[in-house]
């Protein structure tokens, strides 16, 4: 699912360049659905989009936004990462399968028991005190309609993360430039949200 719907969404910010050189990243949040022990760690499971929902942030992703980048993805050999917090440092454990379907974009993966933050995680899951999942991505072709809402019709999917709550109603990083290196884009996704929780700190 996405930050929307419900009590999970949180719109993106403003529109802040706060790194520049970086492409447009957003944020979604949903909680995930189901979990299971699992040889090796634990399974997690859910939709990390919902299409034709309004979130909080006045966005719809349509049907079939996420196809594009997907079909990119495994043509690279590449696979979407599965983060902790987004810290592109904590790798926690693999998404074996991101699929659209009718309803959305599904995500199914493991939490591997052999990374340490993995264990902490998996533990934090069973005491309920994590409960979701946030996605990062770049929108790369969107409209509005006659009620101001972003229809999203194509996303570029960068990662799905394993977080506590969302950071701040204005979790998403703006640059300029069309060609960057992905590890640099995820150390400033980093950078952005130590600032969030910095702020949040303060609050």
Excluded: C
């Excluded at 966005?59 to 993805?73: F, N, R």
């Excluded at 699929?99 to 939490?111: P, Q």
């Excluded at 996704?189 to 130590?194: K, L, N, V, W, Y």
């Amino acid at each position: 699912m996405g930050y929307d719907v419900g009590n999970f969404g949180f719109g993106p910010e403003s529109g802040k360049d706060v790194s520049a050189g970086m492409p447009l990243l957003e944020r979604k949040f949903m909680a995930f659905q189901e979990v299971a022990k699992v040889e090796g760690g634990t399974e997690i499971s859910g939709y990390a989009s919902l299409f034709g929902a309004v979130d909080q942030g006045g966005d719809v992703v349509e049907a079939g936004a996420y196809g594009v980048s997907l079909k990119a993805v495994a043509k690279a050999g590449r696979n979407i990462k599965m983060l902790w917090q987004h810290d592109p440092a904590q790798p926690i454990g693999v998404w074996d399968v991101v699929r659209e379907d009718a309803k959305g974009l599904f995500v199914k993966g493991r939490i591997l028991d052999s990374v340490e933050k993995g264990r902490e995680a998996a533990a934090l899951i069973a005491a309920g005190a994590i409960d979701g999942l946030s996605i990062g991505y770049r929108t790369v072709k969107a409209t509005k309609n006659t009620k101001g809402q972003r229809l999203l019709a194509e996303l570029e999917l960068w990662e799905v993360s394993l977080v506590t709550f969302p950071m701040l109603p204005s979790a998403r990083v703006a640059a300029k430039g069309d060609v960057i290196a992905v590890g640099d884009i995820l150390r400033d996704m980093a950078a952005s949200f130590e600032g969030a929780r910095a702020e949040m700190a303060r609050r």
